[in-house]
C-alpha cells in the first residue's frame, strides 16, 4: 500500500519574482500553510524543531484560521492527530522536524496505518543540497516509513509543493484510508512559487461492485441456515452502520464485531452478540464457530480473529467485502469476494437478499449467553471486597452518554473496556487495534477531545501502559481539555503477566513493575486533578466530582494483580479451545 516519491516531476508551475496581477507569490512553507487552510484543516499538532521553523513562522501568522496544538513528545502529536482523525472521519495532521523529530512519529505513524487511519504527517528536512551527506538531524524519513504509509513524498522542487499537498490529503482519505508523509526540505520551504489556491483533490475513483459477484453472494445467503455477519473497522470508516443493521435485519442474523469494528452497532441492538475472536464474548464467538456461512465486512480476518486458520474455514462458506483488494484471501481464503467501497455494496445485496426469520439461530445465542456470562463476570475473593475491572467500567459507562468518546491503551484494560463498555454510537471507541501501541491512548484522547470541541473524553489505561506517555497528560493540562483518565492499577504488565500464568508456568519475568508512582502527586504535579481508589464507595464519590470537573483528572485504580481477561482462546487455538475462567 506504501511508496516513496521524488515529487520533483510533479510540479503546478509558477514564477518566484513577484506578485502581478492576480498572481500569488509565496514561499514554500506558507503554501503549505495555505494548503492545509483551504483542505479544511483547523488543528494540527507537533512540537517545532530547526528544520520548520519556516512553518511555525507561518503558523504564527495565521492563528485565526488554523490553531497549532504542541505536544510533550512527537509520538503524542501522532497519536492525537490520528484519535482527531479516528472521532471525526477528517484528515489529522501532525507536525514535526528532522530526524530525531521525523523518527518519533514512527510509531504513530505504523499506528495510523495498521488500523487505516486517515493522516498527513509533515516533516522537515535539512537542505536538498546537504543531503546525503550526515548533516546535522538528517534522516530519510521517507525510506525509514516506507512500509508504513500509503505513500510518501520527498519534495525537491518548490513548483511541486502545492500539488504534492493536495495528492497527499487524496491518497490519505482515497479508498482505504491511511497514513502519508510529506517531507519538505529547508530550501524548499524558503523558495517561492505561485499558489494556485491549494483547493483539494476530488477523491480517486472508487471500483464498482460487479453484478455476477452480488448474486453470488447472495445465493449463498439466501441458502444459508446460519449467517453469521463479522463485521470490522471498515463499516466504522465508511460511515455504514445503518447498512449494517439493514443487512442484519433482513437476513435475522447476528453480528460479531472486531475491535476495530466496535461501534459499527449499538450495544442495544437486539442482534448484536459483542466482539469476537480471541477476547470474544462466548456467544459472539461460538456462533462464529458454529456458522455455515460467515460475511466479513471490512475486516482483516487477523490471526486474533480467527485463531486455527483450518478450524475456522472447517464448517463455513466465507463472504468477504472489502475496499481493500490486497486484504481479500489473503488470511482467508473466500468462497465469494465483493471488493469495493461498502457504502456501494451494501445497498445492492440488501436488495437481492432474501428477508428471513432465524429466531431459533438466534435463540440458540441467548442460551450461550445465560450459561456462560457470570462465570465471566464473577469476581474472585481477593476482588470482591475490593474493586473489579467491571465494577470501574460500569461506573464509568453509567456517567457517560453515548456520545462520549472513549479511548484505550494497550493490554487487559483495553479487552474488557472491548468487552463490557456499552457502545452505541460509531467513532467513539478509539484503540490501537493493529499495531498494539502502548501508550496511543493519552495522545489519542487529546486528539478526539480537540475535535469534538473539548469536550468530555474518557481514557481507560494501565499503570503499564500510562507510563508509555504520560509526560502527554502536560498537553491536557495545558488545553484545559476535560479528560479523565482511568488507570486500571495492578502493579503489573497485566496482559503479559496473564500470558506467563496460562502459557509459561507462572514464570513471571519483568512484569512485576514494583514502581512507586503517586498518581495523585503526578497529577497535581502536571496541574491536573488527582484521586487514587480502592474500593467501589470510594469510587462513586470520586467519578461524581471527575465528571463534575471541567479540568484534566487522573484516576488511580487499584485493582487486583491476578485479575485476568477472560475468555481467552491460547494463539493458535480454536472456539474449544477457548479458556472460561
Given at each position: 500500500m506504501?511508496?516513496?516519491?521524488?515529487?520533483?516531476?510533479?510540479?503546478?508551475?509558477?514564477?518566484?519574482?513577484?506578485?502581478?496581477?492576480?498572481?500569488?507569490?509565496?514561499?514554500?512553507?506558507a503554501i503549505t500553510i495555505e494548503?492545509?487552510?483551504?483542505?479544511?484543516?483547523?488543528?494540527?499538532?507537533?512540537?517545532?524543531?530547526?528544520?520548520?521553523?519556516?512553518?511555525?513562522?507561518?503558523?504564527?501568522s495565521r492563528t485565526s484560521q488554523i490553531t497549532h496544538r504542541?505536544?510533550?513528545?512527537?509520538?503524542?502529536?501522532?497519536?492525537?492527530?490520528?484519535?482527531?482523525?479516528?472521532?471525526?472521519?477528517?484528515?489529522?495532521?501532525?507536525?514535526?522536524t528532522s530526524g530525531p523529530g521525523a523518527t518519533n512519529l514512527v510509531t504513530g505513524i505504523a499506528t495510523a496505518y495498521l488500523d487505516s487511519s486517515?493522516?498527513?504527517?509533515?516533516?522537515?528536512?535539512?537542505?536538498?543540497?546537504?543531503?546525503?551527506?550526515?548533516?546535522?538531524?538528517?534522516?530519510?524519513?521517507?525510506?525509514?516509513?516506507?512500509?508504513?504509509?500509503?505513500?510518501?513524498?520527498?519534495?525537491?522542487?518548490?513548483?511541486?509543493?502545492?500539488?504534492?499537498?493536495?495528492?497527499?490529503f487524496r491518497i490519505a482519505r482515497s479508498g482505504r484510508p491511511g497514513p502519508v508523509l510529506i517531507d519538505i526540505p529547508k530550501d524548499v520551504q524558503i523558495a517561492e512559487t505561485e499558489f494556485l489556491g491549494g483547493h483539494p483533490l476530488p477523491d480517486l475513483p472508487r471500483r464498482q461492485p460487479d453484478q455476477s459477484e452480488l448474486q453470488a453472494a447472495a445465493e449463498l445467503i439466501n441458502s444459508s441456515q446460519q449467517p453469521f455477519i463479522y463485521a470490522g473497522g471498515g463499516v466504522?470508516?465508511?460511515?455504514?452502520?445503518?447498512?449494517?443493521c439493514q443487512l442484519a435485519e433482513k437476513l435475522d442474523a447476528p453480528i460479531g464485531l472486531s475491535i476495530m469494528g466496535l461501534t459499527a452497532m449499538s450495544s442495544t441492538h437486539p442482534l448484536y452478540l459483542g466482539m469476537t475472536g480471541m477476547h470474544g464474548l462466548p456467544e459472539a464467538t461460538q456462533l462464529n464457530a458454529e456458522a455455515d456461512l460467515i460475511i466479513g465486512i471490512g475486516v482483516r480476518f487477523s490471526d486474533r480473529a480467527t485463531g486455527n486458520i483450518n478450524s475456522y474455514r472447517e464448517k463455513a462458506k466465507i463472504i468477504h467485502i472489502d475496499i481493500d483488494d490486497a486484504e481479500i484471501d489473503k488470511n482467508v481464503q473466500a468462497d465469494v469476494s465483493l471488493h469495493g467501497?461498502?457504502?456501494?455494496?451494501?445497498?445492492?445485496?440488501?436488495?437481492?437478499?432474501?428477508?428471513?426469520?432465524?429466531?431459533?439461530?438466534?435463540?440458540?445465542?441467548?442460551?450461550?449467553?445465560?450459561?456462560?456470562?457470570?462465570?465471566?463476570?464473577?469476581?474472585?475473593?481477593?476482588?470482591?471486597?475490593?474493586?473489579?475491572?467491571?465494577?470501574?467500567?460500569?461506573?464509568?459507562?453509567?456517567?457517560?452518554?453515548?456520545?462520549?468518546?472513549?479511548?484505550?491503551?494497550?493490554?487487559?484494560?483495553?479487552?474488557?473496556?472491548?468487552?463490557?463498555?456499552?457502545?452505541?454510537?460509531?467513532?467513539?471507541?478509539?484503540?490501537?487495534?493493529?499495531?498494539?501501541?502502548m501508550g496511543f491512548g493519552m495522545g489519542a484522547a487529546i486528539g478526539a477531545s480537540i475535535a469534538k470541541t473539548q469536550t468530555r473524553t474518557v481514557l481507560f489505561t494501565g499503570d503499564g501502559s500510562f507510563h508509555m506517555n504520560l509526560n502527554e497528560l502536560a498537553t491536557a493540562v495545558r488545553y484545559q481539555l476535560p479528560i479523565v483518565v482511568v488507570i486500571l492499577n495492578n502493579g503489573v504488565l497485566g496482559m503479559v503477566r496473564q500470558w506467563q500464568t496460562l502459557f509459561y508456568q507462572s514464570r513471571h519475568s519483568e512484569t512485576t513493575l514494583d514502581r512507586s508512582t503517586d498518581y495523585v502527586k503526578l497529577a497535581e504535579a502536571f496541574g491536573a486533578r488527582g484521586f487514587s481508589v480502592g474500593d467501589a464507595h470510594g469510587l462513586n464519590?470520586?467519578?461524581?466530582?471527575?465528571?463534575?470537573?471541567s479540568e484534566p483528572v487522573l484516576i488511580d485504580c487499584r485493582i487486583d494483580p491476578d485479575s485476568q481477561v477472560f475468555p481467552i482462546i491460547p494463539p493458535g487455538g480454536s472456539f474449544i479451545d477457548m479458556i472460561i475462567a
Open positions: 506504501s511508496s516513496a516519491s521524488d515529487s520533483s516531476g510533479v510540479g503546478a508551475g509558477g514564477n518566484a519574482s513577484g506578485s502581478a496581477g492576480d498572481t500569488m507569490i509565496l514561499n514554500g512553507a494548503t492545509l487552510i483551504a483542505h479544511g484543516v483547523t488543528d494540527v499538532f507537533g512540537i517545532p524543531g530547526g528544520s520548520v521553523l519556516n512553518l511555525y513562522d507561518e503558523l504564527f504542541i505536544t510533550s513528545h512527537e509520538q503524542g502529536a501522532a497519536h492525537a492527530a490520528d484519535g482527531y482523525a479516528r472521532a471525526t472521519g477528517k484528515v489529522g495532521v501532525a507536525m514535526a486517515p493522516v498527513v504527517f509533515i516533516t522537515g528536512n535539512v537542505p536538498t543540497n546537504l543531503m546525503g551527506k550526515d548533516s546535522f538531524q538528517e534522516v530519510d524519513i521517507t525510506g525509514i516509513t516506507m512500509p508504513i504509509t500509503k505513500h510518501g513524498f520527498l519534495v525537491k522542487d518548490i513548483n511541486a509543493l502545492e500539488e504534492t499537498i493536495c495528492e497527499a466504522v470508516l465508511s460511515d455504514s452502520s445503518d447498512l449494517l467501497d461498502i457504502r456501494d455494496i451494501l445497498p445492492l445485496l440488501i436488495e437481492l437478499v432474501e428477508e428471513r426469520d432465524r429466531r431459533q439461530w438466534l435463540d440458540h445465542a441467548t442460551d450461550i449467553r445465560e450459561a456462560m456470562r457470570d462465570s465471566i463476570l464473577a469476581p474472585s475473593e481477593a476482588q470482591a471486597s475490593g474493586l473489579t475491572p467491571y465494577t470501574v467500567i460500569n461506573a464509568v459507562r453509567q456517567r457517560t452518554d453515548d456520545s462520549t468518546v472513549i479511548a484505550t491503551d494497550v493490554g487487559q484494560h483495553q479487552m474488557w473496556v472491548a468487552q463490557h463498555y456499552a457502545f452505541n454510537q460509531p467513532r467513539t471507541f478509539l484503540t490501537s487495534g493493529g499495531l498494539g501501541a464519590e470520586v467519578l461524581d466530582q471527575a465528571f463534575s470537573s
